[in-house]
């Protein structure tokens, strides 16, 4: 069945740059969104609509899409950070909706 | 502020039905709410969506097994996943979204549902 790939785990230094991929096919009719998911908690979003951030999300957190890849890039990494990360793709013409395998995030 | 609290049992034989209960907040013409789950350890899984209209939609790899239902009047909304087995343990969260489908912005607290005899 269909999937968005994500590499299993990124690391990086407090105050470094963040970026997980989320590998589909092309996004051009579908929306991307990611959610940050902390042990024992429920997800939480983070990015909407490609790149917009919900009011509350530092604006370290930023999205982007190129072709067929949607990228989180968290700028100026904290320890609370530290997290699994899940794309997630609607397509408006099938209503479905994917999410990607999941990154977690250490910070070193 | 949405709030979502799910109930169920907690256990559930196999090849029974998986009952769950989400009690929302907030409910009207432009709600949508779905079930997602997460089996210990993995990644997540959406079930399946509730329109506030009555309108269903559901993830084809679970289709037939899955209804779901809501009751607007009492600001609940429902699952039933028939035939369960082990590989239905999971986590699953009640999330709802006012507006635009395309994201998921309030999630319940989750509820831990296992399978076995």
């Known amino acids: 069945s269909y999937v968005l790939t994500q590499p299993p785990s990124v690391s990086v230094a407090p105050g470094k740059t963040a970026m997980i991929t989320c590998g589909g096919t092309?996004?051009?009719?579908?929306?991307v969104s990611w959610y940050q998911q902390k042990p024992g908690q429920a997800p939480v979003l983070v990015i909407y609509?490609?790149?917009d951030r919900p009011s509350g999300i530092p604006d370290r957190f930023s999205g982007s899409i190129s072709g067929t890849t949607a990228t989180l890039t968290i700028s100026r990494v904290e320890a609370g950070d530290e997290a699994d990360y899940y794309c997630?793709?609607?397509?408006?013409?099938?209503?479905?909706?994917?999410f990607g395998t999941g990154t977690t995030v250490t910070v070193l | 502020q949405v709030q979502l609290q799910g109930s169920g049992p907690r256990l559930v034989k196999p090849s029974q039905t998986l009952s769950l209960t989400c009690n929302v907040s907030?409910?009207?013409?432009?709600?949508?709410w779905s079930w997602i789950r997460q089996p210990a350890g993995k990644g997540l899984e959406w079930i399946g969506r509730?329109?506030?209209?009555?309108?269903?939609n559901l993830n084809p790899s679970l289709k037939s097994r899955v209804t779901m239902f809501g009751d607007t009047s009492k600001n609940q909304f429902f699952l039933n996943l028939r035939s369960v087995t082990a590989a239905d343990t999971a986590v699953y969260y009640c999330?709802?979204?006012?507006?635009?489908?395309?994201?998921?912005?309030?999630w319940g607290q989750g509820i831990l549902v296992t399978v076995s005899s």
């Open positions: 999330v709802s979204r006012n507006g635009d489908p395309s994201f998921f912005d309030f």
């Open positions: 997630q793709e609607w397509n408006s013409d099938t209503d479905l909706y994917v």
């Open positions: 609509f490609d790149s």
């Open positions: 509730f329109h506030a209209s009555g309108d269903t």
């Open positions: 092309n996004f051009g009719t579908k929306s």
């Open positions: 907030m409910s009207g013409g432009r709600y949508h």
